[in-house]
């Protein structure tokens, strides 16, 4: 994409093999990742068919600064997600964006089913496939990548991204791990990797691009260097890093707790960032290209044998939406727990946060009498981890219909046992650490991917300016708009103000760009629009959307909200949604 007035798209029909390059110079209008990987969705989807079709696409997509800036590190995948029915949209950092750039894509649209289990293998001069039937039925673990990489070489130049049992069985919330400890988390891409035989995808780069006009890049390059690490935008994240939200969110009341049955969590002492820094925090990482090292790894020793002192010590990643899934959601309050399900949870191949809440409505459905014992297998109970290891191990490897069930989500597990009142669930995407007010409900409700990530709305809960729902409203769709254009980049989410319009504008002009503002609010609603016109072939609207009603039985940070409030809101946006699409 540099230096190019196209797009290089590499298609894959995964049935047949057949493999074609495209140079599109359309695509250049979208500027890059969401809005190619949303058009490229939009001209490959198959509305009639269901999510996890073989012919469905699965669509990853880079951006015009990825490895070149810092920051850039994200890659986007595109998709119809299994756990929702609509669009799914999912980021991951880690190597393997700058693996695409440096293998000379901008995008790689994948159609079909491969006739095995199989991975594939994309080098700047060969795109081949593997047989993965003797690592098929393998976790994500350590063993499979170290199969994976005697058979793929290249290390250092090299990145894998690789699904699960999960996956392997479609699950509809089945992840993808990036390497080690990054992820393609919500919405189930591990799932559609799955429906088309697809293990693993090594992706080993080797070109590299001269710099055009030297000085003007080196200049934007050191200002957004020195903002990430001389200024406090992002020292956060490197300290405590995001579980530095665990006591402030409890201190709220905006912290949701035993399937959300409270705001707060007597033990989120025991549990928050600066706990985990203290007593598990072993080192702390980076994604390729980024200087600020927001991955903490933490690290719990258990012993592996009944005689003798034999212990591991295991190193698994955390942040603030796992503690929030895996612990306060479940009541854990140990950090040593909370990292021993993260561990089971990594092996699986499951989004963490649709795990625990999955496991939060369940525990809560078998107190109730909605369940039996005899279903669950395990005498689920909050507060107790060893039932929710081997839970999550059922989730990923179902031995029975109530497991298969759950794996399709709270909102399909609960139609069939009840419970939909405590099934913490937004538009079929399991709920987000946050229970702030209505811009994290019905942000999350109207974000094109039903993430707090779309728009951020519990940002907006925390001002203390009042309440006005239109007000509210204009905010979340500015926010989401803007979003768009970041995301186009493909920016780590972290650096939104480190990356404001100027700076944009630096860096992508560096680069022989010659954009405005004013262009860039055309692509940033460019590829909004793209993404509401899926969700409408997909059948998706606002006004069929029914929210638990415990969202409003728990207080949250701006007291107890009202039902008929919220739904009026997502009628409102609805409204809007008919008229940007009507201006088209």
């Known amino acids: 994409m540099i230096y190019k007035e196209y797009i290089r798209v590499l298609n894959i029909e995964l049935s047949t093999g057949k493999i074609r390059i495209d140079q599109r110079e359309d695509l ?4 890059g990742g969401v809005g190619v990987a949303a058009k490229l969705l939009e001209e490959n989807v198959k509305p009639s068919l269901p999510p996890l079709d073989p012919e469905q696409p699965a669509v990853f997509a880079i951006g015009p600064l990825t490895y070149v800036y810092p920051v850039m590190t994200k890659t986007v995948a595109m998709f119809v997600s299994p756990l929702t029915g609509e669009l799914g949209e999912s980021y991951a950092g880690g190597r393997f964006g700058t693996m695409l750039f440096s293998a000379g894509f901008d995008a790689v649209v ?15 001069d060969n795109v081949g496939f593997r047989d993965a039937r003797a690592v098929w039925g393998g976790s994500t673990g350590d063993d499979v990548g170290r199969i994976l990489s005697e058979l793929e070489p ?33 919405l189930g891409l591990g799932a559609v990797l799955g429906s088309k035989n697809l293990k693993a995808i090594a992706v080993t780069g080797g070109r590299s691009i001269p710099v055009r006009n030297f000085k003007e890049y080196t200049k934007a390059y050191q200002e957004i260097y020195k903002k990430c690490v001389s200024t406090d935008i992002m020292a956060k994240y490197h300290d405590v890093g995001t579980p530095i939200n665990i006591e402030p969110l409890n201190a709220l009341g905006a912290l949701p707790t035993e399937n959300m049955r409270r705001g707060s969590f007597e033990k989120a002492a025991d549990i928050s960032g600066e706990a985990f820094s203290a007593k598990n925090l072993a080192r702390k990482l980076s994604c390729v290209g980024c200087p600020v090292g927001c991955i903490h790894i933490g690290q719990f020793r258990r012993k592996f044998a009944e005689h003798g002192h034999e212990y591991e010590t295991v190193l698994e990643g955390y942040d603030y939406e796992l503690i929030f899934a895996l612990g306060t959601f479940l009541c854990i309050s140990s950090s040593d727990d909370i990292l021993e399900l993260i561990e089971a949870v990594e092996e699986a191949g499951l989004d963490a946060m649709s795990a625990g809440v999955a496991l939060g409505w369940a525990t809560e459905a078998l107190e109730r009498g909605l369940v039996s014992e005899e279903e669950t297998l395990l005498p689920l109970k909050f507060a107790d981890k060893e039932p929710y290891i081997r839970a999550i191990g059922y989730i990923a490897k179902p031995p029975n219909d109530f497991y298969r069930l759950l794996g399709k989500g709270v909102r399909a597990a609960s139609r069939r046992y009840g419970g939909e009142d405590f099934a913490m669930q937004i538009a079929g995407n399991e709920m987000a650490g946050y229970h702030t007010g209505y811009g994290s409900l019905v942000g999350a409700a109207i974000g094109a991917r039903h993430s707090h990530l779309c728009n951020g709305g519990y940002a907006f809960d925390q001002e203390g300016k009042g309440f006005d729902p239109e007000a509210l409203l204009d905010k979340l769709e500015k926010e989401e708009v803007e979003r768009c254009m970041l995301n186009s980049l493909v920016m780590c989410l972290f650096a939104r103000k480190v990356y404001d319009r100027p700076t944009v504008l630096s860096a992508l002009n560096a680069l022989g760009w010659n954009l405005s503002d004013e262009d860039l ?4 609603l460019r590829n909004y629009k793209t993404k509401l016109r899926i969700k409408k072939a997909l059948g998706f609207t606002l006004n069929t959307v029914r929210l638990p009603k415990r969202f409003f039985e728990t ?9 008929q409030v919220a739904h009026d809101m997502l009628a409102a946006y609805q409204k809007r949604v008919a008229n940007l699409l009507a201006e088209e």
């Open 154 to 186: 290249g290390s250092g130049k090299r990145s894998f991204i690789r699904i699960g049992p999960a996956g392997e069985n479609l699950v509809s919330y089945a992840c993808v791990i990036v390497d080690r400890y990054r992820h393609f988390g919500r």
């Open 28 to 31: 250049m209008q979208y500027l």
């Open 555 to 563: 207080e949250s940070f701006n007291g107890k909200l009202d039902e």
């Open 110 to 124: 994948l159609t079909g089913k491969a006739p095995r289990p199989s991975f594939l293998s994309i080098k700047p």
């Open 521 to 524: 609010s055309d692509i940033a």
